[in-house]
C-alpha cells in the first residue's frame, strides 16, 4: 500500500523557491520522527533534514542549513519542506520517510 506521497516538485531559477509536501495515506505521521532526504544525479540518497515527532527539534544537513525548513502538521498528516534560495547542486529527486520507508519522491531541479 502506499504510505507516503511527496509533491510540489518542478523546474526553478537559481535563487528561487519551493514547497515539497509529504501526504501520509498510509500512516499516522505523529507517531514517527520524519525526515526529508535527497538523491542528486550520480550520488547516494542522503538526510538533509529531520523532524522530531511534536516538531519542537530538527536538524539540517550543513548544505542546506539556513536555505531548508522542514515543518509538520500532525493534524493534516503532512510533512513540508520549504527550499529557498536554491542552487543548481540542490537539484534531485527529494523523499520523505521514517527510519527504513520512504514515498517515491519529487523531481527539484535548479536550472535557469
Known amino acids: 500500500q502506499v504510505q507516503l506521497v511527496e509533491s510540489g516538485g518542478g523546474l526553478v531559477q537559481p535563487g528561487g523557491s519551493r514547497r515539497l509536501s509529504c501526504a501520509a495515506p498510509?500512516?499516522?505521521?505523529?507517531?514517527?520522527?520524519m525526515s526529508w532526504y535527497r538523491q542528486a544525479p550520480g550520488r547516494q540518497r542522503e538526510v538533509i533534514a529531520v523532524?522530531?515527532?511534536?516538531?519542537?527539534?530538527?536538524n539540517y544537513a550543513d548544505s542546506v542549513k539556513g536555505r531548508f525548513t522542514i515543518s509538520r502538521d500532525n493534524a493534516k498528516n503532512t510533512v513540508y519542506l520549504q527550499l529557498n534560495n536554491l542552487k543548481t547542486e540542490d537539484t534531485g529527486r527529494y523523499y520523505c520517510?521514517?527510519?527504513?520507508?520512504w514515498g517515491q519522491g519529487t523531481q527539484v531541479t535548479v536550472s535557469s
Open positions: 520517510g521514517t527510519a527504513g520507508n
Open positions: 498510509g500512516i499516522s505521521i505523529s507517531d514517527y520522527v
Open positions: 523532524i522530531s515527532m511534536a516538531g519542537t527539534s530538527t
